[in-house]
């Protein structure tokens, strides 16, 4: 089944320095990778995704970048701010599985004011 | 706006009992998900619904069962308590609809402890 490994676990950077965040996945059939951001006590909330027939995407300050061919994809957040401190889960999925996607481990995201 | 809700923000249980967890959505989605969520393990995938009394199981099934007799309502089940099951416990929702993966929605969690 698919693995979705996801690094650094922790990351502290200072407030209006950039993040980036990496993932790799297994399964080659994954076509659909969504990231998650979930502020402490708080749900989970999707943030921004990408499909397998793009290499990149950007929303304001956050991009995801993906490669098929090596199965790494990236969420990058430029000019952080405090208010980016939460963890982040990037995931893998495949449509045929009824929404069901393989989230990774997770990181930490410390903005430091 | 979505909204999935949950019995129980914080749930406290000995050894032994037996445990439910439910939650509802307002959404008329087709499909539900039981996560839990430990740190440094992400959230991980108990059991998932597509349809009413259909259910698959996730990646860590043990220990668990769910119930799905209305489309809105989707019951976690805990057997026998034990220590180990002690978590945060996330649902989630998606539409099901079209070609196209559909976002989750979460519902705000339930903190059990298994003493």
């Known amino acids: 089944g698919e693995n979705v490994e996801q690094h650094p676990s922790t990351l502290s950077v200072q407030e209006g320095d950039s993040a980036v965040i990496k993932c790799t996945y297994s399964d080659s059939a994954s076509n659909y990778f969504p990231w998650y951001k979930q502020e402490l006590g708080k749900r989970p909330q999707l943030i921004i995704d990408i499909r397998s027939n793009v290499g990149e995407k950007k929303d304001q300050r956050i991009a995801v970048t993906l490669n098929k061919t090596a199965k790494h994809f990236s969420l990058h957040i430029t000019e952080t701010q405090p208010e980016d401190s939460a963890v982040y889960f990037c995931?893998?999925?495949?449509?045929?599985?009824?929404?069901?996607?393989?989230f990774g481990p997770g990181t930490s995201l410390s903005v430091i004011p | 706006d979505v909204k999935v809700t949950q019995s129980s923000r914080y749930l406290v249980k000995r050894t032994g009992e037996k445990v439910f967890l439910e939650c509802v959505q307002d959404m008329d989605h087709e499909n539900m998900f039981w996560y839990r969520q430990d740190p440094g393990l992400g959230l991980r995938l108990i059991y998932f619904s597509y349809d009413v009394k259909m259910k698959e199981k996730g990646d860590i099934p043990e220990g668990y069962s769910v119930s799905r007799e209305k489309k809105e309502r989707f019951s976690l089940i805990l057997e026998s308590a034990s220590t180990n099951q002690t978590s945060m416990y996330l649902c989630a929702s998606s539409s099901g609809a079209g070609p196209i993966y559909n976002e989750q929605f979460f519902g705000p969690g339930t903190r059990l402890t298994v003493l």
């Open positions: 995931a893998a999925s495949m449509k045929t599985s009824y929404d069901k996607v393989i």
